[in-house]
């Protein structure tokens, strides 16, 4: 069976997105690979993420993956002591050159930080009000409606679901899993369906003695399975900007065992055949490497 990878680039800051992705998409150009980009359209208010020092493991990942040196102060800065940047007025140019470059384009959030660490505590009113200005300013930037969206820091519950739903996406990528599913929550089974990131990211794994730098490219290449598609998630930040060189070795050495394509491209088969999509409940859980809890595929239904 033919091997498959998506490649999903989460763009969480306006640094990421003026610099990262210009660098991705001349790495993708070179290497023939096509993507799904997902933007961060409002705020940049990076530096509130202070607050996750109480969260457990944080301060083991700053140690591991060199948060300074892949944000930069003047980011770790945004929304705390210097203004936070609107990154969809900022960066409007290189989003459209990203889809003009046959991307897929979709929405990672708003504001990253509040739908990251606030949305557990969100009215329906406000989660929906938050999905709207991001499909507000998308619509602005692009002059066409999302189709797709994936949740900053994985985080979705029933009342983003049901946003999503009512948006009418094509698919979303909210979910940590194994393969693509329809999610259930609150008791209630939605309809826009789930292709969930299979594979952890880099940021999980740096730093960590059992996966050395070294050996991390081979690691990544044994875990491709052609059973199910492979969906990788990269951020603009570190793929696109600190880890530009691995992340080049990465893709030329993946592209000899598996087809690149984009996560639009696996949802596009499932509304083919709608009614074999497995339902599974999606839940909180934690995922190794990661501090807090996110967004996870759980226990299998057949509709």
């Known amino acids: 069976m033919t091997v498959e990878l998506a490649i999903k680039v989460d763009v969480d800051t306006d640094r990421g997105t003026r610099i990262g992705v210009p660098n991705m998409l001349r790495l993708f150009d070179a290497l023939g690979v096509k993507a799904t980009f997902l933007f961060s359209l409002g705020p940049d208010n990076t530096g509130r993420a202070i607050k996750r020092i109480f969260r457990p493991g944080f301060f083991q990942k700053v140690q591991r993956t060199s948060v300074v040196s892949v944000y930069g102060i003047r980011t770790l800065l945004n929304g705390v002591l210097l203004p936070g940047p609107h990154i969809g007025k900022r960066n409007a140019a290189v989003m459209r050159a990203t889809r003009d470059a046959g991307h ?111 050996k991390l490219i081979d690691h990544y290449l044994s875990l491709l399975r052609s059973d199910r598609p492979n969906v990788l998630t990269v951020h603009a930040e570190i793929e696109g900007m600190a880890k530009l060189d691995w992340f080049e070795e990465f893709l030329k050495r993946a592209s000899e065992k598996a087809n690149f394509v984009r996560t639009g491209d696996i949802a596009r088969r499932l509304r083919a055949d709608d009614e074999t999509v497995k339902v599974c409940d999606l839940i909180d859980a934690s995922v190794d490497g990661r501090s807090g809890t996110l967004a996870v595929q759980a226990t299998v239904e057949r509709p």
């Not at 557990?120 to 066409?144: C, D, L, N, P, S």
């Not at 994985?154 to 940590?176: H, I, M, P, T, V």
């Not at 008791?187 to 050395?212: H, N």
């Open 104 to 214: 897929e384009v979709g929405i990672h959030c708003y504001d990253h930080i509040r739908w990251q660490d606030g949305l557990a505590h969100m009215t329906r009113a406000e989660v929906f009000a938050e999905v709207e200005k991001a499909r507000a300013e998308f619509q602005r930037i692009f002059g066409e409606p999302a189709r797709t969206a994936g949740a900053a820091g994985w985080q979705a519950n029933a009342l983003s679901l049901e946003a999503y739903d009512a948006a009418g996406f094509d698919y979303a990528s909210d979910a940590r899993g194994t393969s693509p599913f329809r999610p259930r929550a609150a008791a209630r089974v939605f309809k826009t369906p789930q292709i969930p990131t299979t594979l952890p990211t880099l940021d999980e794994l740096l730093g960590r003695p059992e996966y050395p730098d070294d």
